[in-house]
């Protein structure tokens, strides 16, 4: 069993990257050891911490099947439809 989890949060179209330009602010406390992990895996991929989490997720929701929606369905409230 490898611990070894490869993901990518740009989306290549017609050979170029195409990263999400909308963002938004998260905050949360979490466990100093885990972040401590979390900031060794984000060097070794050379990411951003937030960068990482992204991947993070973007892997835990392919791998279990929930869509992600595009920043484009989002309405102008900023809810998404």
Not at 9 to 19: K, L
Not at 28 to 53: C, G, Q, T, W, Y
């Amino acid at each position: 069993m490898s611990n070894t989890v490869e993901c990518s949060t740009f989306a290549v179209e017609s050979g170029e990257a195409m990263a999400n330009s909308k963002t938004a602010t998260l905050t949360f406390r979490i466990d100093p050891s885990l972040k401590e992990a979390l900031r060794v895996a984000a060097h070794a991929e050379h990411r951003s911490i937030a960068n990482m989490i992204e991947v993070l997720i973007r892997g835990y929701c392919e791998q279990r099947g929930i869509a992600i929606p595009d920043s484009e369905t989002e309405n102008k409230s900023g809810e998404r439809s």
